[in-house]
């Protein structure tokens, strides 16, 4: 699959999961993929914590009904009713979590690239997610990322260490299908931007 064709596949996907859980290969394939990201000053800020115990799948997934209802509850009814049928995780189903944290003190005081822009470290973590993202696609297996957590909360689920935040928890597994619209626009929530809109030339707005 070229690269192309793998960025205009990848969904976030919650409800396509097969329910059989990736292969230990398959897996190490795309943390591999992530591991190869750029990062500044080569720092490497990333950790990718593996979760497949059931007891800890349920627990994440009980936590993140809770933050979806408080989120629901805070919609003006309008919302509230576009956003009930949207599910937001599939952490049961895909039998697996990545848990991708951050560690800000990883390559010392000094990181060549980060003194004016301290977010360049999440931004290299990022794009390890993206790189695995991409590398699932071409393999068939789905990702799907769940924000809907309190980050001490997740910190303490999966024991990262003080200073080590998480950055995603990533729903993998191997998937019927990929949708071709994204869940947020065929449900009506929020339709993507056109290319046109997003490009400026020379100044932004131009
Ligand atoms: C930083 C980030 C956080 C996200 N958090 C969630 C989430 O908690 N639940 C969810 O269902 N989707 C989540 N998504 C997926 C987006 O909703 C999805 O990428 C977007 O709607 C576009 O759909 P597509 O990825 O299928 O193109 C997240 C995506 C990003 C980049």
Redesign the pocket.
Known sequence: MSVYEAIRL?????AEFTGTPIDDDTLWRLLDAAHRAPSVGNSQPWDFVVVREPATLERFADH?AEKRREFRDSLPPERAATFDP????GIRESGTGVVVSYDHARGGPNVLGRATVPETGIFST?LA?QNLWLAATAEQIGV??????DADQLAALVGLPPGVQPV??LCVGPVREF?Q?????RFG??S?RTLDQAVHRERFGG
């Open positions: 990848r969904r976030d996907v919650r993140v949207i599910r937001i995780e990022v997610i799907g990322w769940v924000s809907f957590y995603a928890w949708q619209v994204p869940d947020l626009e929530w929020r993507g």
